[in-house]
């Protein structure tokens, strides 16, 4: 018995140029075969987290598109989302650094102010240096209380937020704890069709794990890396995969006053052969931790018992690459080890950049780890489909930029829709979704490709690479006009 959907309140092949390919992708879909008629929705988006929940929060909140059918499919329940709750000195492990522009946009639609902000951290320095070269940084700092450099914020209380705030709004049809079982396209039409049926076979349709079938006149994929959408639609999504692991974890900093009074509110990254390391500030004295690496490493880090791995993490900071090499060799003991090397060897960061707080403990059950990967789909948009978010792309954690572009996506579909529909136009017709197409691909290119860059001239040991890399810190660091050049385009 189907159950009705809630009520969310308120090389040797001939070449096929691109176009042609995706028209034959296209003219292979297979088409629905259900007996009963489907539910008929304006735009349907599959993929509850921040990305999906914030496009439908844009369009709800804008009176063009207020009145739109809207469908949301989400596979896990989001009532979870809404009840979540934590702890004051409790944090999840799964946090992101929002840039201004980020948060101006969440404020825009209304969402915002339903953050928790006593959970949230702003921070107005960020220090970067190289771990083969102490005498190469960089400094990022932003005097205004008013314009911080990013907020960090915990994901689960950003999805909070915006459940929050569509409940405010105008309902629309919720299929949580639902899975996608396939998705066709409407049948042709049939020889008794009259002139004023709705003809269907072009509207993507999706049969769900509940029984029901939706018809969209948008179908938007905002369901991931692995996205169901993207396949649907044939767009092939490139890249590679960096044979790195991101391990992430919460972690306690010495207070304040046992470091000279050095704010906790500053973000410090640095560079090592293996890749970043970065300490993101939390409120109360806690950060994130977001530790990129090689896979034998990360699962090293993840067999230490807790006070080890601190020595582990402190030593990154602190210690010569050979010597935090040497530590990962030694399956215990990395405490003693980590206090003979500091006792013998003075800390490698660069003499104006202070080192960031100790770190005395580690959350329990916070340490994770994720594969690393570089992805971006040949376009985001198709006939009656447009691709956001992870969906559309996939960019390495070191910048911290994956959830801004995200929702930067968002916001730009959603003033695309928002345009559309103002003038009276079908909201699926794939010209009319160019103006999205337009505005996000150019800059997400961009930023995946500096970023990817990024990456691999870091992961250089030869001396030619290190001198190089050293001299375009140093010199971005001296020109205050680059370095807001960067920083304006990082969103801050």
């Known amino acids: 018995m189907k159950t009705q959907p809630r009520a969310l309140f308120a090389r040797g092949r001939p070449y096929v140029c691109t176009s042609c390919a995706r028209s034959l992708q296209l003219q292979s879909r297979k088409y629905a075969t259900n007996a009963l008629p489907p539910e008929i929705y304006d735009v349907v988006c599959v993929g509850g987290g921040p990305v999906g929940l914030s496009l439908l929060t844009a369009l709800r ?84 209380p008013e314009s911080p450099l990013a907020h960090m914020i915990e994901n689960t209380n950003l999805t909070r937020a915006l459940l929050e705030r569509i409940a405010a709004l105008h309902p629309i049809s919720l299929y949580d704890k639902t899975s996608v079982a396939s998705i066709e396209l409407g049948p042709p039409p049939s020889s008794t069709s009259t002139i004023n049926t709705l003809n269907l076979s072009n509207y993507p349709h999706l049969t769900l794990s509940s029984g029901h079938t939706l018809a969209a006149r948008l179908l938007v994929g905002a369901d991931g890396l692995k996205s169901s959408v993207r396949k649907f639609t044939g767009i092939p999504s490139r890249g590679w995969d960096y044979d790195r692991d991101g391990v992430v974890g919460t972690l306690k900093l010495a207070p304040r006053e046992a470091h000279n009074n050095t704010p906790t509110a500053t973000a410090y990254q640095r560079f090592l052969p293996s890749g970043p390391i970065a300490l993101l500030p939390l409120p109360n004295d806690y950060a994130t931790l977001v530790w990129t690496t090689t896979p034998a490493q ?195």
């Not at 809207?70 to 992101?96: C, F, H, K, M, T």
């Not at 960061?349 to 100790?358: E, R």
């Not at 375009?472 to 960067?486: E, I, M, N, Q, T």
């Open 298 to 492: 990360a699962a090293h880090l993840k067999s230490l018992s807790p006070s080890d791995l601190v020595a582990m993490i402190n030593a990154a900071f602190r210690l010569e690459p050979v010597d935090i090499n040497y530590m990962f060799t030694i399956p215990s003991g990395q405490v003693s080890e980590l206090s003979w090397r500091e006792s013998i060897t003075t800390p490698k960061n660069p003499i104006d950049i202070p080192l960031p707080p100790q770190i005395q403990s580690i959350q329990p059950h916070s340490i994770a780890s994720f594969p690393l990967r570089f992805r971006h789909a040949d376009t985001y948009i198709s006939s009656r489909v447009a691709l956001v978010g992870d969906a559309a792309h996939t960019i390495h954690p070191l910048a911290g930029q994956g959830l801004n572009m995200g929702l930067r996506d968002a916001s730009a579909l959603a003033d695309t829709i928002q345009n559309c529909v103002g003038h009276g136009g079908d909201i699926g017709v794939e010209s009319n979704l160019e103006g999205y197409q337009s505005k996000a691909y150019a800059a997400n290119a961009r930023m995946l490709g500096v970023v990817d860059k990024l990456h691999w001239l870091y992961r250089m040991e030869g001396w030619v690479g290190v001198q190089l890399r050293g001299l375009g810190l140093k010199g971005v660091d001296r020109l205050g006009s680059l370095k807001g050049f960067l920083m304006n385009a990082a969103g801050a």
């Open 61 to 144: 909140s804008s009176i063009p598109t207020s009145k739109l059918k809207i469908a949301l499919v989400e596979a896990q329940d989001l009532a979870a989302g809404r009840s979540w709750e934590l702890p004051p000195n409790n944090y999840s492990n799964r946090a992101s650094s929002l840039t201004p522009s980020t948060v101006s946009f969440l404020s825009q639609i209304g969402a915002w102010p339903h953050v928790d902000l006593s959970r949230t951290q702003s921070y107005h320095h960020m220090r970067v240096w190289d771990g083969l070269d102490s005498s190469a940084s960089i400094s990022f700092d932003n005097s205004s």
